[in-house]
């Protein structure tokens, strides 16, 4: 055998020696993919299967919608709107992949040219690093391994990215990752992050909108709008270039999107407040289904109306808040010592503000300068604002030098600001009193708006559901229904005289302490006169009118058994009122309120379902046609000419019924009314009982509330006349049974016997009062054969 030529060999190394250089570096290249091969094989069987991709079941938080389409909560860890890829719209697919992965539709799985192209870029002094893994190497990572930058973990992903593209098309690829892929605050998946950063479905997103989002993938956490606007308007710019590059969009539109203005959404902004109804909708499924309600994809259809919700939501902050603005000033919620040296005020502010509880309508500032003439506060988005002259009227007593500790408004000082009608800021402080308000459709008992108290964050507890309290006033007109039904019509004359004090020393009084003498039952309730109620209720029975209330769904038992019945001294809640008031509403017809309408899976399928509305037939009814018609007679008149007159005036139109309610000292306060096609009732008060103020009453603090929603719902509605029902006609224009047309009701009570006898009867003309003209939405007799 010939013996190699060693000197030969090195001879040509000595002039040659790039080509031993090459064949060596190409011997440890061969070498190391031989490995690596090996490697492979060995790993390649220990792959997990691919059933998480192939059978694709993403987690799906449970979803909460108003009738009308529009979300209202989300209950789950991740936030995520699933779409198939049919319903991704293509711009946002193409600024994708133009940013992620420009060869996705040309590549195995493993993309040799992004590759190389990333290892120059990184290599490249001053070249904007790159990552090598292709969208489907993201998915292979997303779903089976973890974020760990090792070699082990990189050839892994590469074998799995290979695998899924010999199992699933390109488009199934891709619609795994964009449903899948974490973009920052709680979004999974591109529809939900739609809704996060832009409050709007995938589809109504501008194209700049659509590079925003696709831009944050790479971190999500860094370069979100909502944490970094201006990083993620930078990686946006990004996005645009490579979309311009790679043909997606023109030059134009590269412009025209480049220059447009995002508006992000922040965090607290919610497109519809109703969060107590959520957290029933949350309960029911809980109950349910248990732990999988928040993973399944559960989505809840609730009868909510968004506009109307929103509306009343609006009408009940502005409400309670301004009765806050009646009550004295409370002092700052706390006190921070910032020292004297004002160069760190920003940084401070910061540290102090972060874990404070902000609101949209009541911002936490923390002052940084103050005088009797002004005050300098910092918000916690860091922006600064100044309170002067009306805007500190409130405050003043916090603004003297000998002010109490307790009240003092100084530097350090963490306090609520809020935007003033006329603009600028004023001061504000957290309200104590509670609210609650519902309406709901008198013809099916839908419920169209819901809010269970001021800030849900603070008090879960449902004012409007779960508050047993004291209905006063607003309870006198189905006691006055069931005085109809014993011969007692609107024009029966009762003493409105103080009450004879007896042994048990009960001494009811009227609201304003005056007392009118024999007045007509019509007038009565406008006047909302107490004596008289207590008059008509001794008259006709204490147990009488106790049941007969039942018939509106009222619990009986929850209703005293002595005169006290009259003053509204039992307990409801505002939905058991407004349930009660929707039968005055349609003429005498009990509804069944509904608040969830349907349940279903994330595929669709029906698992609850309501009973659809039933027509209003005999079988529903609970009071007479004509009982129904006579008593919203006389709620429209509380609301022309009595305690109410507000409403009339406010809204512009005759067709409004209702009535205050105030308790003892103004502990609750209620106003309870409807137009034909909506009722609604509010209620403002405390959760521990107390007096809402010498000056509150249901017409000052909860008919405002009643107004600002009504003066919404009720636009373009047009006037509703209420035709008289058979058995009622109108006589010197006051309504009465056909069988009292000409006499034979009872006339009147107590006004011989101020302990309450009732006197014969005689002819309508004989009624003590004289008659207010018909209102005009009822119709008269005459003109309706």
Do not use: C
């Given at each position: ?19 031993f ?45 108003t ?12 936030r ?20 992620e ?36 190497q ?25 695998k ?31 809704q ?22 790479q ?5 979100n ?24 969009i ?23 407040h ?6 029933m ?17 559960f ?5 909510l ?8 939501w ?9 009765h ?18 004002t ?12 874990d ?45 030098p000998?002010?109490?500790?307790n ?6 000082s ?45 008090q ?18 189905f ?9 007692v019509?609107?024009a ?15 001494n009811?009084?009227?609201?304003n ?18 004596l ?25 038992n ?25 039968a ?11 608040v969830?309408?349907?349940?279903t899976d ?36 509380v ?22 309610g ?49 003066s ?6 047009p ?7 058979e058995?009622v ?57």
């Amino acid at each position: 055998m010939r013996k190699p030529d060693v000197s030969a060999l090195l001879g040509l190394m000595h002039r040659r020696p790039w080509l031993f250089a090459g064949v060596s570096l190409g011997g440890l290249a061969l070498a190391g993919a031989l490995l690596l091969g090996i490697w492979a094989a060995l790993l390649y069987p220990m792959l997990p299967d691919l059933d998480k991709v192939t059978d694709y079941q993403p987690r799906q938080p449970l979803q909460v919608f108003t009738r009308d389409g529009v979300e209202i909560a989300q209950f789950g860890s991740e936030r995520r709107v699933f779409l198939p890829i049919e319903r991704i719209p293509k711009m946002m697919q193409d600024a994708l992949i133009a940013v992620e992965d420009a060869r996705f539709r040309e590549h195995g799985g493993v993309d040799p040219i992004g590759i190389v192209r990333a290892f120059v870029a990184n290599i490249t002094p001053g070249g904007m690093r790159q990552g090598a893994s292709t969208i489907t190497q993201q998915v292979a990572r997303n779903f089976f391994l973890s974020s760990k930058r090792t070699l082990d973990r990189k050839i892994r992903e590469a074998m799995l990215a290979m695998k899924i593209e010999q199992q699933l098309s390109k488009d199934q690829i891709l619609e795994l990752y964009m449903n899948q892929i974490y973009l920052g605050h709680r979004a999974y998946g591109f529809g939900a992050a739609a809704q996060v950063y832009f409050g709007k479905p995938l589809d109504q997103l501008s194209i700049a909108e659509d590079a925003m989002l696709a831009g944050l993938p790479q971190n999500p956490g860094y370069a979100n709008p909502i944490t970094n606007f201006d990083r993620a308007v930078a990686r946006q710019h990004v996005v645009l270039g490579r979309m311009l590059a790679t043909g997606v969009i023109t030059q134009a539109q590269y412009d025209e999107a480049k220059a447009q203005k995002l508006v992000i959404r922040s965090e607290n902004q919610v497109a519809v407040h109703a969060e107590h109804v959520a957290e029933m909708a949350r309960q029911i499924v809980y109950q349910r289904f248990g732990e999988q309600a928040y993973s399944d994809g559960f989505k809840v259809t609730t009868s909510l109306m968004a506009a109307d919700q929103q509306a009343a939501w609006a009408a009940l902050r502005r409400g309670v808040l301004d009765h806050e603005r009646r009550q004295a000033w409370r002092g700052p919620e706390d006190q921070e010592d910032l020292g004297d040296d004002t160069s760190d005020d920003e940084d401070q502010a910061a540290q102090i503000l972060k874990d404070q509880r902000d609101d949209e309508d009541l911002r936490v500032a923390l002052v940084l300068q103050a005088s009797p003439s002004q005050v300098v506060a910092v918000l916690a988005t860091g922006e600064k604002v100044t309170l002067s002259g009306e805007g500190l009227r409130w405050a003043r007593s916090g603004l003297s030098p000998k002010a109490p500790d307790n009240l003092a408004l100084r530097r350090g000082s963490v306090i609520r600001v809020m935007k003033a009608d006329k603009g600028g800021w004023t001061i504000a402080q957290w309200p104590q009193a509670q609210s609650a308000f519902v309406s709901l459709d008198p013809g099916t008992g839908r419920v169209r708006a819901l809010v269970g108290g001021f800030d849900f964050t603070r008090q879960q507890f449902n004012h409007a559901t779960q508050a047993w309290r004291q209905p006063g006033s607003s309870f006198k007109p189905f006691l006055y229904s069931a005085a109809l039904e014993h011969g007692v019509q609107p024009a029966t004359v009762v003493n409105d005289a103080p009450w004879p004090v007896g042994p048990d020393g009960w001494n009811p009084q009227n609201d304003n302490g005056q007392y009118d003498g024999p007045i007509s039952l019509r007038r009565a309730l406008a006047k909302s006169k107490n004596l008289v109620s207590i008059r008509l209720v001794q008259y006709i029975g204490v147990d009488t009118a106790r049941q007969w209330t039942g018939r509106f769904g009222f619990d009986v038992n929850r209703q005293p058994d002595n005169l006290t019945l009259a003053l509204g001294a039992g307990s409801t809640t505002p939905m058991q009122l407004a349930t009660a008031y929707a039968a005055l509403a349609n003429g005498g017809y009990k509804v069944d309120p509904v608040v969830i309408e349907r349940i279903t899976d994330a595929q669709g399928k029906v698992v609850f379902q309501a009973p659809p509305p039933v027509p209003l037939t005999e079988a529903q009814r609970i009071i007479p046609a004509r009982n129904a018609f006579v008593i919203d007679s006389l709620l429209n008149e509380v609301t022309r000419s009595g305690t109410a007159a507000r409403a009339q005036a406010t809204l512009k139109r005759p067709d409004v019924y209702g009535k205050t309610g105030t308790t003892n000292d103004a502990v609750d306060a209620w106003f309870a009314g409807f137009q034909p096609s909506v009722v609604a009732v509010v209620w403002m008060g405390y959760d521990d009982p107390r007096s809402l103020g010498s000056h509150e009453s249901g017409g000052g603090a909860s008919l405002p509330i009643w107004l600002g929603y009504m003066s919404q719902v009720l636009r373009n509605v047009p006037v509703h006349t209420i035709d008289p029902p058979e058995g009622v006609q109108e006589v010197n224009g006051e309504w009465y049974y056909n069988e009292y047309a000409e006499g034979g009701y009872v006339t009147q009570i107590g006004v011989d016997d101020a302990a309450g006898a009732a006197s014969g009867a005689s002819a309508p003309e004989g009624a003590s009062a004289p008659l207010s003209p018909l209102p005009a939405p009822f119709a008269s007799a005459a003109s309706h054969p």
